[in-house]
Nanobody, 114 residues
């Protein structure tokens, strides 16, 4: 069983920055893929960025050049550095760990005011 705990959300003005963290604990197999998803009110959950245990990275087009995902494998932690935030980045951000099954964190709220 895997537990994911996110932190780092909050309220920020447009143009500001936030850094999200997600720590995974429990039985974690490699290789694996860790990712950040977000869900805005009334919208479907969408992939923001993902990184494999081998370091392969992908981003949603809407965040390329502004967000950076990274991970610390010994600590089983993934980070999301979010710069130049926009109001449309507002939503609940969820951490996901995928091996042969998928685990989700409880989510952390990010609100960007205009």
């Amino acid at each position: 069983q895997v537990q994911l705990v996110e932190s780092g959300g909050g309220l920020v003005q447009a143009g500001g920055s936030l850094r999200l963290s997600c720590a995974a604990s429990g039985t974690i197999f490699s290789p694996n893929f860790m990712a950040w998803y977000r869900q805005a009110p009334g919208k479907q959950r969408e992939l923001v960025a993902g990184i494999s245990s081998g370091g392969m990275i992908n981003y949603a087009d809407s965040v390329k050049g502004r967000f950076t995902i990274s991970r610390d494998n010994p600590k089983n932690t993934v980070y999301l550095q979010m710069n130049s935030l926009k109001p449309e980045d507002t939503g609940v951000y969820y951490c996901n760990l995928r091996t042969s099954f998928s685990s989700w964190g409880q989510g952390t709220q990010v609100t960007v005011s205009s």
